[in-house]
T-cell receptor, first 110, second 111 residues
Framework: SQQGEEDPQALSIQEGENATMNCSYKTSINNLQWYRQNSGRGLVHLIL?????REKHSGRLRVTLDTSKKSSSLLITASRAADTASYFC??????????FGTGTKLQVIP | DTEVTQTPKHLVMGMTNKKSLKCEQH?????MYWYKQKAKKPPELMFVYSYEKLSINESVPSRFSPECPNSSLLNLHLHALQPEDSALYLC??????????FGPGTRLTVT
């Protein structure tokens, strides 16, 4: 089974609103990453947060990590139609091996 | 150049065919990956090559045969596939930071 479970499975918001998606995982990790995938295409790396970090920012993205709860969240502020995509968390299962979560499908309505 | 290229973009093959998927990167990355992704599911790791040697095989059936001819190229040879092998096949590469760069994928249909 996947390491990460994400919720919600799907999210629909208006342009300009914030989008928050959550990831829960089962075992200890060294780092957690978030990726974006546009429909039927390759994944794009968004951000990596290490296990000793609690929060990280990149542009309109804010990621938090709570290792005690084994959970992470991705916040996209001031969403745009171009943010419409599926978002996956990915946890490391050892050197060079990552396991992807179930994903959140985000739709941003113009 | 931060691009990973994959060819072909689409492939339709019969169950008795032999075909190959190709992946190329010129970022100097020493790890390369094959993933399989079914519709509405996350990518599932198949193989990892590190320094041109197979380091991880996630118990993939032998009808999938990976090959890494050099540090920039990764192939996936396909033979006697089943219809359930139809999926998007993604290639990725990375250095040591775990951040992976993905290609656009090959959409494979097995008839």
């Amino acid at each position: 089974s996947q390491q990460g479970e994400e919720d919600p499975q799907a999210l629909s918001i208006q342009e300009g609103e914030n989008a928050t998606m959550n990831c829960s995982y089962k075992t200890s990790i060294n780092n957690l990453q978030w990726y974006r995938q546009n429909s039927g295409r390759g994944l794009v790396h968004l951000i990596l947060i290490r296990s000793n970090e609690r929060e990280k920012h990149s542009g309109r993205l804010r990621v938090t990590l709570d290792t005690s709860k084994k959970s992470s969240s991705l916040l996209i502020t001031a969403s745009r139609a171009a943010d419409t995509a599926s978002y996956f968390c990915a946890t490391d299962g050892g050197y060079q091996k990552v396991t992807f979560g179930t994903g959140t499908k985000l739709q941003v309505i113009p | 150049d931060t691009e990973v290229t994959q060819t072909p973009k689409h492939l339709v093959m019969g169950m008795t065919n032999k075909k190959s998927l190709k992946c190329e990167q010129h970022m100097g990355h020493r790890a390369m990956y094959w993933y399989k992704q079914k519709a509405k599911k996350p990518p599932e790791l198949m193989f990892v090559y590190s320094y041109e040697k197979l380091s991880i095989n996630e118990s993939v059936p032998s009808r999938f045969s990976p090959e890494c001819p050099n540090s920039s190229l990764l192939n996936l040879h396909l033979h006697a596939l089943q219809p359930e092998d139809s999926a998007l096949y993604l290639c990725a590469s990375s250095q040591d930071t775990y951040e992976q760069y993905f290609g656009p994928g090959t959409r494979l249909t097995v008839t």
